[in-house]
Each structure stands twice: as structure tokens, then as C-alpha cells.
């Protein structure tokens, strides 16, 4: 079947988004977060099962290219996933659970490195890996246990919304752990004294430029482009340009992640005025959720083949995965208890950050884009993101379970839904 | 400046929109449409005068994948602009001033066609070259002069109504006339009588069989799929899968332009239920003007050097300017009176027609990507594109000039502002 290169994307792209939303579709029905669905229909699309890009309709010659732009479709997916979720940060909101999200989110980040890092050096891998797999395990998805206290009606609780604002504090530090990786550890690792202190202040400068811009100018500069009759129409328009700009600033200048500087633009538009907000909000979503990010999803498992993961890197994924839960419960559970929480409402809070889910991948994917991570580690990791994201839900409701209705308690946040 | 490929990727896309979006709203500040800043700011933006892809922020070696990515990325933005144009299609609604629109869309793409031909054969191309700039010259952008309706309240009269679905006739025509084209002067022009033959029978199989799946499956499938608790969330995503599949099996199984089988998918969901076409039509259109479109007006002018045009083809291109507007309007308006319009509402369709916009500027860059289309044509017919784009929605301020308020009659249908 004789067919340009064009339409061979069109239907892999079509494929793609078909078998994440079916998947996802599946997952939700069993009682599985959407983004586990997602993930399982990379890798049944993927070499592990049916082989799709092998499939006779795509010609071979061409399968580089469509790779090639597949792979850039799904980078531009994270970055506009990241600016999502920058979007949602309330800061203001969430100083009102303020110290348990700093312990919490602070030593929940923290545990899992110090915890991780040991693991993957017994297992004879360089301390660049170990640091590396240890960021991956800081990170936490709060949109799976969010989705899953909402469905219980308990997310506008103290849990709930210490969850949220634990998982920003959490979401941040990973972020910013990663690029701090990224930038010592990057394809120069040999950088003098001199240079790694000249990679810290160029990032430190960065961050605090970009945050100002994005908190002081990104809001009133929208609001005032909303005002104006001609450009108002492209208010949404251009708040992809600040998330595309930004996300190039951060790595051209700053030396730090694309996604920390789409992150950092979507918390400073967070704060323009509601209508400037929800137009922005809704174009991000149509273009990630419904187009690019399961392309992302996908696209992971379209390069692994979790059947070629091998027997010795079984007793790895195992630990990994223990320590990973463990690590968590015990690093947020302990910060929420000194910042306040009773050792139940801890427990719980713990519990929620378990998954790893997109934001772990992210940075699993980053890592093997840059060579941080090899494909020989990849595939446990990989393993560790998928089952500590099956994994939450049905503990998430286990340890909610005696929380009947009238036990619920008002919100200490107003606005907490969106997540 | 080191940046992985990625970035500079996301930092020319930020540029691309910023500039799209800055340019449409200038030319709208001076009465301009939209499509002609956009077009204009590819113009700018390109090897004419800025020449952005030269800058030094672009690595010289990364340029070649990245041109790679933003030219299948302006192809996907081409898909979802046919698919969003044919979502807008009531067909029944049009049936209203069928003989008008069925007369005025016949003979406007045909005088063009046959006055356009000579011209170029003229000039010593061949044939083949000739038929094409006849197609091109054969479309319409009914949302320019819509728009330009609508700001002086007009829209909603016998000539708006009449313009709205003699464009869609004219739209559909132009595409039939390019997926002929396409199938039999493709890359093997020396078909057999024999493959002629099976030519247009998979054609026609192929048009047959996806329209009745567009009009009979698509619009119940989508409002099962709107029913259903855990998919109904996909139902936006399930249409770009339709648009994308359909595109693909345009061209895979039809031997027909991709945009064809976009458009035939968007005329069958243009049926389904109305919260479903809503769904639908906000995320096409968050998708294809925010992000994808703006990606396909600016890619133009970057491959375009207006400055090299060659002096021996300005009578050419002045030429198939005047012959582009008097064929339209000639065309258009004799199938208007014909149909039973009077006179002057017959001369006036005929000026709304005039604008070729994205849809001349859709054949002709796929004229060009399919060797169809020389370079050296390209730019003369680029023009004749830029100029009638802009001289239109004066033009129909001016026929318009004596319709007062009190003479506006009420509209002949009851929902066409959506264009």
C-alpha cells in the first residue's frame, strides 16, 4: 500500500491516541487510574506486544523520520502537561497548610533519595545512576490520588488538601533536584570547579529571573492582552508562546530543565484574572489531553519491551518498588506529623503520594534522553512508575475506608476541584 | 548557546505563533483578515527579510530535523482545519438556497479553471502545470469574506446565506478537482488506460464507502461514545483519531488528497448531537488556531523568498491576479442569477468569492510537496493567493456600501454565524 510519509504519522498519531484513550477508558472501569490505562497502551502498542511501527502499512524508510517527530510531539506534550499543572498551583491557597506541605514535601522528596540511591549502588551501577534513579523515586503524581479522594468525596478534607499542596512542594523539588542533575551531570561530566560553580549561579540567575517575570509581568501582561479587542482572541495563543519561550529559556540560559521553565510560567499565569485563566486553562488541556500527551504516554512504551527486561533486574525492580512506597509513606507521613497532622491524617497523606505516575516518568524519560539513565536501568524504573501508580488507588481507599460521610469535615482550602 | 534540538524546536513554534498571532491581529487593526497577517508574518519571519531559521540560536545542524518536524506539524494543522471546516457544514441548512449554491459553486471553480489554464500554458508551462494552477485558482475562503459579513451585520441576508453554501460547493469541488489531479498526475504520470480506469474506481469506491461511514456510523458512534461514563471524556480525542484515520485512508486506500477524508469525517460528525459537535469543534479549533495553523501560514512564507521572485514572472503573476478575480466573480455570479438571484445580489456573491485564502494556500503547498507544482510557479501563484486574500474584504465593503440598515432582510437560515 503505496503512501506518503504524512499520512504513515497521521495513522500511527491516530493509533496512538485511540489506544491511550480506550486504555484509558478500560483502566478507569476497573478502578485504575486513567494514566496506568495510558501507559499499558504504549507498551500492548509496543514491541512488548503487538509491534506497531513494524506493521506493513508504515515503510520502513520511513520509520526514522515518523520516530523522530513523534519523539518531539511528545517533549512538546510534557512541556505543555508541566504548564498545566503550573497552572493549578494556588500558591496563596495552599500557604494555608503551609508547613505540613514544606515537611512533607520536603522529607517525601528527600527519604526516596536517600533510600533509593543505596539500593541501585549495591547493584554495582556508577553513583550518576544511583543519583539519577533517585530523583525518579522523589517525584509524585498527585493527580492519581486526587482522582481517587474525589471519587471517595473526602478531597476537600485536611488530607485532601495537605495532599495538594504537599504534592506542589513535592512536584518542585523534584523538578528542581532534576535540573541541578541535569546540569552537573550532563554530557560534560568533567566540569572543573570553576565551571560547576558558573553552572549553579547561571541557574540560580535564571530561576530567579524567570520566576520574577512569570510572577510580576506573565499576569498583567495577559490580563492586558485580554483587554486588547484584536489580540484577545490569542490570549491562549500566546500563553503557549510564554510555556514554549520559557521552556527554551530554561534550558538555553539557565542550563536547567525545559519543563521547570514551563512550570515556572504556568504558576506566574496561575494568578491572572479568572476568564484570562480559564481560557488558557481550557486551550492547555484540549491541546495536552486530547492530542500530545497521550502521544507521550504512548511513545514511552513504544521503546520498551518489557519482555526483554532481564531475570537480574527482577530482584532490582522489587526493592525499588518497596522502598519507593516505603520511603514515601514514611518521608511525607513524617513531615505532615511535624507539621501538624495527627499520625493517622499522616498515614494517610503518606499513602497518597506513593504514585509516581507522569511526573516520575517525565523525568525517567528525560534521564534516558541524556543518557543519565541507560535502557538496562530504564526498564525497572519503568516497572517502578507503573506499579507504584496501580498500587495508590486501591490503598488511597483502604486506608479511607472507615471515613464514613458524616465523619467529612469542611475544606480549610475553597477551591481545591481542579486538580 | 548549546540547547538540545528540542528546545530550539520549542523556541521557533514560540516564535512562529507569537509572530502569527501579532501579525493577525495588526492586519485586522487595518481592516485586513486575519489569514493575510498570518501569511504575511511567515512572509516576515522568512528568508524574505528576517530569515529566522539563519539565526544563531539554531544550531546549522539541527535546522534540517527541525524543518522536518514543523512541516509534518503544518501538514497535521492542514488536516484539522478541513476537518473543523467540514464540522461547519450543515447540509441541510444549505439545501435552503441549493440553486444558487449548486450554480454559483459549479461555475465559479469552473471559469477559473478554464480561464487560469491558458494563461499559464501561455507562458510555456505544460500541461500539468497549468491544470494545477487552475485548482488553485478554483478555491475559496468563505471565512474571510464571512467574517468581513459580519462585522458590517450582513451576514445573515439572502447574499450571506447564498455565500456560506456556495462556498461549500465551490470547497467541495476544489478538493474533488485536486484528488483527481493528485491521483492521475502523481509521481507515475505514465498510467496506463488500464490503471487510469482502476484509478477512479478506488476513487470513487473510496469516496463512496467513507462518505457513507462519515453520514451513517460517525455521528452515532460519537453519540454512544458521549454516553458512555469513562469515554465520554475522549469524545473530542476519538474525533482527532476520525479525522486522522479518515485522512490517512484517503490517501493510503483512495489515492486521494489526505484533506479530503479530514473533510468527509468532518461533514458526518457535523450530525451528531449538539453537545457532542460542541465538544468537538472547541477542541479542533483550541488545537488547529492556537497551535497547528498559525505553524502552517508562517511555514509558507519560510520556504518562500518573495525578493527572488523573477522579474520575468510579474506579468504572470498580474495577470492570473486579474483572471482570478473576474473568473470568480463572473463565474460565481452568473450561477447566482441563474439559481434566482437578482442582478446585484448575484454581482455582489460573486465579490464575496473572490478571497482564495488557506484553502488556495492548502492546494497549492501540496502541489508543491507532490512536485505538481514547480517553485518557480509557486511564487507567482503565492502571490495571486497573498493579493486576492487582501483586496477582497474592501472590495466587499464597497458592494455592500449602499445596504443600509433598514434594508437588511431577515436571514434565509437560522445559524450561520459560526463560520
Known amino acids: 500500500m503505496e503512501s506518503s510519509v504524512v499520512v504513515q504519522l497521521f495513522l500511527a498519531i491516530g493509533l496512538i491516541i485511540a489506544g491511550a484513550q480506550l486504555a484509558g477508558a478500560g483502566a478507569r472501569r476497573v478502578g485504575q487510574p486513567r494514566v496506568f490505562g495510558e501507559l499499558l497502551a504504549g507498551v500492548i502498542l509496543g514491541p512488548t506486544l503487538l509491534n506497531m511501527l513494524e506493521w506493513n502499512v508504515f515503510d520502513e524508510e520511513t520509520i526514522s523520520g515518523m520516530t523522530h517527530t513523534l519523539e518531539e510531539m511528545a517533549e512538546l506534550g510534557v512541556l505543555f502537561l508541566m504548564f498545566a499543572v503550573g497552572l493549578e498551583v494556588h500558591l496563596r491557597e495552599l500557604l494555608s497548610v503551609g508547613k505540613v506541605a514544606v515537611w512533607g514535601g520536603v522529607l517525601g522528596a528527600a527519604l526516596p533519595v536517600v533510600m533509593g540511591m543505596p539500593v541501585v549502588l549495591a547493584f554495582d551501577y556508577n553513583i550518576e545512576a544511583a543519583v539519577f534513579v533517585g530523583v525518579v523515586l522523589a517525584a509524585t503524581s498527585v493527580s492519581i490520588s486526587a482522582q481517587t479522594l474525589l471519587e471517595l468525596g473526602v478531597l476537600r478534607t485536611k488530607e485532601g488538601v495537605g495532599l495538594l499542596a504537599t504534592a506542589v512542594i513535592d512536584d518542585i523539588l523534584a523538578i528542581l533536584l532534576l535540573s541541578v542533575v541535569m546540569a552537573t551531570m550532563g554530557s560534560d561530566t568533567d566540569a572543573s570547579a570553576g565551571e560547576l560553580v558558573w553552572i549553579f549561579v547561571r541557574m540560580v540567575l535564571y530561576l530567579g529571573g524567570a520566576l520574577a517575570v512569570a510572577w510580576f509581568v506573565l499576569p498583567r501582561l495577559f490580563n492586558w492582552l485580554h483587554r486588547q479587542r484584536q489580540l484577545a482572541s490569542g490570549t491562549a495563543a500566546f500563553a503557549l508562546v510564554a510555556a514554549l519561550i520559557f521552556g527554551w529559556g530554561a534550558e538555553a540560559l539557565g542550563g536547567v530543565a525545559a519543563i521547570t521553565g514551563a512550570f515556572v510560567a504556568g504558576m506566574g499565569l496561575s494568578q491572572a484574572n479568572e476568564r484570562v485563566h480559564d481560557q488558557i486553562v481550557e486551550t492547555v488541556q484540549a491541546i495536552s489531553y486530547s492530542f500530545l500527551v497521550p502521544i507521550f504516554f504512548v511513545n514511552v512504551g513504544l521503546h520498551t519491551d518489557l519482555l526483554q527486561i532481564g531475570l537480574d533486574m527482577v530482584p532490582l525492580a522489587i526493592l525499588l518498588i518497596v522502598v519507593a512506597a516505603i520511603s514515601k509513606v514514611a518521608g511525607s507521613g513524617l513531615g505532615a506529623r511535624l507539621g501538624g497532622f495527627t499520625n493517622r ?42 506499579v507504584t501508580t496501580v498500587m495508590t488507588p486501591p490503598l488511597v481507599r483502604w486506608v479511607f475506608r472507615e471515613r464514613s460521610e458524616k465523619e467529612q469535615q469542611p475544606a480549610l482550602a475553597t477551591d481545591t476541584t481542579q486538580v
Open 345 to 386: 491524617e499522616s498515614f494517610r497523606l503518606g499513602v497518597c503520594m506513593i504514585s509516581r505516575g507522569e511526573v516520575g516518568l517525565i523525568i525517567a524519560a528525560l534521564g534516558l534522553a541524556n543518557g543519565l539513565l541507560n535502557e538496562e536501568l530504564f526498564e525497572p524504573v519503568f516497572l517502578v512508575i507503573l
